[in-house]
């Protein structure tokens, strides 16, 4: 509360002191609301401090590391809280990052783990329905040859019901910060790769099997993304008539069918 005197003048005597309530307003928001977090490699060495908002999630925290890690943020795994167990990416920072016993204010530090690979499976981003299969092959081809892929779905692309969630997982490698080649796990040692416009599962010849992860290209946010063949920059994985294909359409149709999900695996 403020109090103002104003000075007296003859003409309109005395006046009487006028009173105000205002708000105190912060410098910074209150530490309820932020948090200051503090990344650390598993080698204890700190990397990075940041501010952030106690109502982001996990998955927004590791794309603010991803730079100063130089690593891709969807292989990246954060130890952190009371339990100092793996953070999961959906969690509110808020919730499980806040330490009971830690004073307010004070950074909370984060163990930030790089991954070289993951299991996932892929599915088609506008198209949920759809699953890349390295299982099922063309009549005729063999894994001694290339063996071409099938997309499978509920529509009849491949077959004519869903498929099991364990069905034919994929190794995704990093090759680069961006760049993955993804292997079979029902064929250990075999690629998707693209030779041409025909995609196949081959071995690796550190170019076929290569794709870089861009935004995907029918304008979906993330998770979604498109995958362009290192090999033939500007042509994309997608799948048309149940196959995979590497081109480029100026189509509507094709962006949906380049926009694909990589979906963790647990099996």
């Not at 530490?31 to 990075?48: H, I, K, M, N």
């Not at 329905?129 to 009849?156: C, E, I, Y």
């Not at 359409?249 to 695996?265: K, P, Y």
């Amino acid at each position: 509360r403020i109090e103002l005197h104003p000075v007296a003048s003859p003409a309109l005597g005395p006046s009487k002191p006028m009173r105000y309530d205002i708000g105190c307003w912060p410098l910074r928001p209150p530490c309820s609301d932020w948090l200051e977090v503090e990344f650390a490699l598993v080698s204890g060495e700190p990397l990075l401090v940041v501010r952030v908002a106690a109502r982001q999630r996990v998955w927004q925290l590791k794309r603010l590391a991803q730079d100063a890690a130089a690593w891709d943020a969807e292989l990246l795994r954060l130890l952190g809280g009371e339990a100092k167990g793996l953070l999961p990416d959906n969690a509110l920072l808020g919730e499980v990052l806040r330490d009971r016993c830690q004073p307010a204010c004070q950074p909370v530090r984060v163990t930030l783990v790089k991954l070289d690979a993951r299991r996932i499976h892929i599915r088609g981003g506008a198209w949920p329905f759809v699953r890349l299969s390295a299982q099922l092959h063309r009549p005729g081809s063999t894994l001694g040859a290339d063996a071409a892929l099938d997309v499978v779905g509920a529509d009849g692309l491949g077959v004519e019901e869903e498929l099991p969630d364990d069905h034919d997982p994929f190794v995704q490698h990093r090759c680069g910060l961006g760049i993955f080649a993804f292997e079979s796990a029902a064929h250990p040692g075999y690629y998707i790769g693209a030779r041409g416009r025909e995609v196949t599962l081959c071995r690796p010849d550190r170019k076929a099997e290569l794709f870089r992860k861009v935004p995907a290209l029918n304008g979906a946010p993330r998770p979604s993304i498109s995958l362009e063949s290192l090999a033939m920059t500007g042509s994309y994985l997608a799948h048309c008539n149940g196959m995979l294909r590497c081109h480029s359409l100026a189509l509507i149709v094709f962006q949906d069918n380049a926009t694909w999900r990589l979906e963790d695996s647990e099996i």
